[in-house]
């Protein structure tokens, strides 16, 4: 991490990284609080870089480049379904942001066609949610970018500029399910960070 933050922002800058347990957490980040229990991040302070990690799980990055307002947020399917993303334009929008002007990025993530899931997952889902399972050929499918951008434009947020990278069979990435398949002990996390410059 440390890494990251030399090679991409300047020295004096404080990196906020969440302890992340996929919740619908958001805070406003705080230079003395570099590790807050959330699940998103915003601010409009330009001293402090956001980040999150993730290794399947979308990660979702808001800019407001006319408030200068910044958000991350940590969104695999339990925080989507508890309102992460809401919960991250609200405290965008308590700093000063406007829906209107918030530009959103949908990071690397599991794609549709390598998220398989079962009957048992679909009936957890909100039944309005459930429309994002896809059912092809005795397996089900469930498309988390799909139901990310659903809920984007729920929150008036219309800019929105999808990564279209599918961390579970690209090789640039880390994925969570690759490694469960591979049956590794552990597995890396990719890192997403945004900083006001």
């Not at 609200?90 to 549709?112: E, T």
């Not at 659903?150 to 880390?174: A, P, R």
């Amino acid at each position: 991490l440390n890494l990251a933050k030399r090679s991409l922002f300047k020295k004096d800058k404080n990196l906020i990284i969440p302890d992340q347990y996929h919740s619908n957490k958001c805070l406003v980040a705080k230079a003395n609080n570099p590790y807050p229990k959330c699940d998103a991040l915003v601010t409009s302070d330009n001293s402090l870089i956001l980040g999150i990690t993730t290794a399947d799980c979308l990660p979702i990055i808001f800019y407001d480049p006319e408030n200068q307002v910044i958000g991350i947020a940590h969104a695999g399917w339990k925080g989507l379904v508890k309102g992460v993303i809401q919960n991250t334009v609200k405290k965008m929008i308590s700093l000063g942001a406007q829906n209107k002007s918030i530009k959103s990025i949908i990071g690397p993530c599991i794609r549709v066609n390598s998220y398989e899931v079962n009957e048992e997952f679909v009936n957890k889902l909100n039944t309005r949610y459930q429309r994002f399972a896809m059912r092809q050929t005795q397996k089900i499918y469930f498309d988390l970018p799909k139901l990310a951008k659903y809920i984007l434009s729920e929150s008036n947020i219309l800019s929105v500029h999808d990564i279209k990278k599918n961390t579970y069979l690209d090789k640039n990435y880390f994925s969570f399910r690759e490694s469960k398949k591979k049956k590794q002990k552990d597995y890396g996390r990719n890192i997403n960070l945004i900083s006001i410059i």
